[in-house]
């Protein structure tokens, strides 16, 4: 091996320490950025997948056109990759009904789009696949026919989202193309995805159907595929989309910045500490070049380290990561790379590196032999003012010097200074965004219950959902009487609710309130109308119309109590028989046939279990509407996704700082071994290995506190402006949220500082400690 | 022709009115072979002169010429080039590579360029600098007299026109000095090696046929010596 080759190799294996802090530094910078783009990359892939899953690979569709001609020019379009023919076929009708259901047919095997219940896929014409929902409604059943068509299969979804046909039962099967068909759908993908949205104007310019638009602004004759468009980034929408871009630019400059500063920093240290020897070989006749040479040979052995390592330790963090994910919100994600991102990342990772070790292979090239032997170069000194009184009143002596070191070398702290303030602005500004984001999506649950459920009073449904056994608690209510009417109050006409509670409840109910009768409770708070009491509450058909009146209350206990919080206004409550009765009456006396609707409230610690149940429900019932909130489920999701979400942003946010503060950690370090002359002569004039310290130690409180200064101010304004911006709304009447001043976190901020000056000033006073620094003045002279 | 021509060299440090005249309008002129001592007190100005002739620092003004080339008309490459090949410099303090061994700190300024070919030179170098057995070592594995051996051996290897020395033995024993001297000498008789010599002990500079006299930047005398 050639002694220049050598020399950089022995440098890098007999400076172990110094080699392994500078790989240390410039890996956290590549695991910070290979790990964006993994992330990103594992994340569109997913995005992806869930797309295809869900609507299909196609990118749009052109709905309910006349297959003649227009086939024939998508088909000659080089811009289209492929095309599948949906047509509609006719309408089939079902033995009991008139009700017909419309059979979509198509050439092409049906099996990718649908995910099959029961059954197989058609395979020859006169077969049909139907959906489920077709199934319960008409009672179908696999091997039945309808017309002359087989149902051989029952899906439960599919990816041909076609709005044409939307709210109409329908049925699928294989058929030959019908030239003459007026009402086929074509879906078109393309050879370029991201040219999508002009194609697809071209397209429907061609075909004539470009100003067909439905009353809601969207083109009922084209339904562009948005959720894969979206996942490829694609988007019809300029601003949104120069709007994510740009948070993204800003997002990678940011972090870009904050590795460029890490590994100059780190690349600044070790070259710096070797400049005697770029000295000597420039003294021996090595020049300028020579130098630069060996720099970068020794940044490449370094990049040609840390770049696979940081890739395979970026790669594990984000399965970890994600698998973490998975577990936590049943998610089947899978790390994947896309070798484009990966080519991406890898080239951000090398300009990072590159613009990273320019500056400093530079300055060690141009370093003056004769500098470099005396060690002069390595203190550049300006002017600062003589005294600092107030620092020395404060801090000492050695406070004073340590204030003068950081005025006169501040340019040595720089990117020090500058990392860690993007930590700590990071901090604040994310953990107020996630504070934000966590309140304004504030969990409320419907009055003090878990889950409910409103629909039309359905005896089967109700009995099932009081079978599932996943529930501590469950409210029954009645509540479809509404035109009620009184004279009794002191105000003209009020509203008064009816409503039955379960026997359970009412039972409860009138345990608190200490009856034993069985009269009729009349809620009636005492904020609201006085109801006259001894007097009658009439029940009528139309409200303050007391000649439609049928049913008559004459003893009612009377109680400003609610039940679990579940009366707001003025409400009647009775029995389940009563109310079914007086419901009776109501019918009868009511001309329009109404359904009574039922409310269910349920306190449940199984809301889990109880979900699954309740969904199976729902698919039993298709026709029933029934409108099911589980509000507990609902937040242990929202819980758990903001608990995902604050793991892996504070995970990020914890690596940029401890990249800092290994970034600060290896300059405390360099700095200690290129001022040891520095320190020699402090020593020999009586300065003691204490004192030293002391004002080592003091230098790193002035950099955390400039630290403070500049991080604290710029995430204050950034986030005051956010506020601002958060602010501005067009619906003067929405009430908006503001972002909240982020105290706290400045706070925490603080904390941490503290936290990081103590374990700085302690690497000082052990570096210190250890040093034989008055030895150090001996080798001043060349 | 001489091997080495200074003509009006002034270096001057500091700036604005905190002027300080290190060189002050320096001629000189070195034959080849010659073995030069220069002396002076503290200050005096003898190691500047000495780094400005080996190229490490910069004149003020005035031209310095080796083998009739214009050292400081030159860019970097050639300057540095003309530096490995013409000039070889001692320090006070070696300025060995720690990371390297004793042959590869030699070789070093030869391999700068290329893949070092003069095996029997080297050879030569050695024995005549008594490093037999201590090609293997690192500079920390040897004792001031060796590792100032190793940096004459490296000033040496690319048969440089001027052998410069800056206190050469300013940081060994008296009995290391005498032979460090003895060394330079039968270099200086053996190869012709053409040495400038900057020493503030006189003794040491009667090892040297010629020895010039500096104080406040002027040479004050410059004299042959028998």
């Known amino acids: 091996m050639r002694i220049p080759n050598k020399l950089v190799i022995n440098n890098l294996i007999k400076n172990k320490k110094q080699t392994f802090t500078t790989l240390i530094s410039i890996s956290l910078a590549c695991i910070l950025l290979f790990s964006i783009g993994i992330a990103f990359s594992t994340f569109k892939n997913n995005n992806i997948k869930e797309s295809i899953a869900y609507r299909g690979t196609y990118h749009v569709q052109f709905n309910d056109i006349a297959y003649k001609d227009n086939y024939e020019y998508l088909n000659n379009d080089s811009n289209i990759k492929d095309i599948k023919v949906f047509q509609n076929h006719s309408s089939i009708f079902t033995n009991e009904s008139d009700e017909h259901i419309t059979l979509i047919t198509t050439p092409e095997d049906l099996t990718p789009y649908f995910h099959l219940l029961a059954g197989n896929i058609p395979k020859h014409d006169k077969e049909i696949i139907i959906s489920s929902n077709t199934a319960s409604n008409y009672q179908l059943q696999i091997g039945e026919r309808i017309d002359e068509f087989t149902i051989t299969g029952i899906y439960n979804t599919t990816i041909l989202y076609d709005k044409t046909i939307k709210n109409r039962f329908v049925a699928y099967g294989r058929y030959p193309i019908n030239p003459t068909n007026e009402h086929t759908t074509f879906y078109v993908t393309y ?53 994510s871009e740009l948070i993204l630019a800003v997002i990678l400059y940011v972090l870009s910045l904050f590795c460029i500063l890490i590994i100059y920093n780190s690349f600044s240290i070790s070259l710096s500490e070797r400049k005697s020897s770029f000295g000597a070989l420039r003294s021996i006749g090595a020049s300028i070049n020579h130098i630069r040479i060996l720099v970068i040979k020794e940044i490449t052995i370094l990049g040609l380290i840390s770049i696979p390592a940081s890739f395979l330790l970026s790669y594990s963090l984000i399965y970890l990561g994600v698998n973490f994910i998975n577990s936590m919100i049943k998610t089947s994600i899978e790390v994947y790379i896309y070798p484009s991102f990966l080519l991406l990342s890898l080239l951000f990772v090398l300009f990072t590196i590159i613009i990273s070790a320019i500056t400093p292979a530079r300055a060690a090239s141009k370093v003056s032999p004769i500098a470099a032997l005396t060690k002069q170069n390595n203190m550049r000194v300006k002017k600062s003012k003589e005294h600092y009184p107030f620092i020395k009143r404060v801090f000492g002596t050695e406070g004073e010097v340590a204030y003068k070191n950081i005025k006169r070398n501040g340019k040595k702290y720089t990117s020090t200074i500058i990392s860690l303030s993007i930590s700590v602005i990071l901090f604040i500004i994310t953990s107020t965004f996630i504070n934000y984001i966590i309140s304004t999506n504030e969990y409320e649950r419907d009055y003090n219950y878990d889950i409910s459920i409103y629909m039309t009073d359905h005896e089967d449904i109700i009995n099932r959902i009081k079978s599932i056994k996943a529930y501590q608690e469950l409210v029954l209510m009645n509540s479809s009487i509404r035109s009620v009417s009184s004279d009794n109050f002191l105000t003209d006409s009020t509203m008064v609710n009816i409503i039955s509670l379960d026997d359970k409840s009412l039972r409860e109910y009138k345990h608190e309130l200490n009856i034993t009768t069985d009269e009729a409770i009349l809620y009636n708070p005492s904020s609201n109308n006085q109801y006259i009491n001894n007097q009658s509450i009439k029940i009528c058909r139309e409200f303050s119309n007391l000649d439609t009146c049928f049913y008559e209350f004459n003893n009612l206990t009377i109680t400003d109590k609610t039940y679990k919080d579940l009366f707001l206004m003025p409400t009647i409550i009775l029995s389940e028989r009563v109310y079914n009765q007086i419901y009776e009456e109501y019918l009868s006396a009511n001309k329009n046939n109404s359904t009574d609707s039922v409310v269910i409230y349920i306190n449940s610690k199984k809301y889990q279990k109880f979900d699954n149940e309740m969904q199976t429900i729902i698919r039993n019932y298709p026709n029933v509407e029934i409108s099911y909130s589980n509000t507990a489920l609902e937040n242990h999701e929202k819980i758990v996704q903001y608990t995902t979400m604050c793991v892996i942003i504070y995970s990020v946010l914890g690596f940029i700082t401890i990249i800092s503060l290994t970034g600060m950690l290896s300059a405390i370090n360099a700095n200690l071994n290129i001022r040891e002359t520095e320190m020699s002569i402090l020593r020999s004039i009586g300065f003691s290995k204490k004192r030293l310290a002391r004002m080592l130690k003091l230098e790193s409180v002035f950099i955390l506190v400039k630290t403070l200064l500049i991080s604290i101010p710029v995430s204050s304004i950034l986030i005051l402006l956010l506020r601002y911006a958060s602010s501005l709304q067009s619906d003067p009447t929405v009430r908006v949220k503001l972002i909240e001043f982020p105290w706290i976190y400045i706070g925490i901020s603080i904390i941490i500082t503290i936290i990081i000056t103590f374990i700085a000033t302690s690497f000082i006073g052990k570096k210190i400690r250890k040093k034989n620094i008055i030895d150090s003045i001996r080798s001043t002279s060349v | 022709m001489e091997v080495l021509s200074v003509k009006n060299l002034s270096k001057i440090y500091g700036i604005h009115g905190n002027e300080v005249k290190a060189l002050n309008n320096i001629n000189l002129d070195v034959k080849k072979g010659e073995f030069i001592a220069i002396i002076g007190s503290s200050g005096s100005g003898k190691s500047t002169l000495l780094h400005i002739i080996g190229g490490v620092d910069n004149p003020t003004s005035g031209k310095v010429y080796i083998n009739g080339e214009d050292l400081y008309a030159l860019n970097d490459n050639k300057q540095s080039l003309l530096r490995r090949t013409e000039i070889g410099l001692i320090y006070q303090f070696y300025n060995l590579i720690p990371t390297l061994n004793v042959r590869e700190n030699i070789i070093l300024p030869s391999e700068i360029d290329g893949k070092f070919k003069d095996d029997d030179y080297l050879q030569s170098l050695i024995e005549l600098l008594e490093l037999t057995n201590r090609e293997k070592h690192l500079p920390n594995e040897l004792s001031g007299g060796q590792q100032q051996r190793v940096s004459i051996a490296r000033a040496m290897i690319n048969h440089p026109a001027i052998l410069l020395c800056d206190e050469p033995t300013g940081n060994l024993d008296s009995k290391n000095s005498q032979e460090i001297m003895r060394l330079l000498k039968e270099a200086n008789l053996k190869y012709n090696q053409t040495i400038i010599m900057v020493t503030h002990d006189i003794s040491l500079a009667n090892y040297a046929n010629r020895l010039i006299h500096i104080e406040d930047g002027v040479i004050i005398s410059d004299e042959e010596l028998a």
């Not at chain 1, 949205?197 to 602004?217: C, F, S």
Request: charged share 25%.
């Open chain 1, 191 to 243: 050879k370029n995805i991201s040219e999508s949205y002009n194609l697809i104007q071209e397209n429907a310019i061609m075909l004539g159907i470009d100003n067909h638009k439905d009353p809601l602004g969207s083109h009922n004759h084209i339904s562009p595929n948005t959720a894969i468009l979206k996942a490829y980034g694609v988007t019809d929408d300029d601003l949104a989309r120069i709007r």
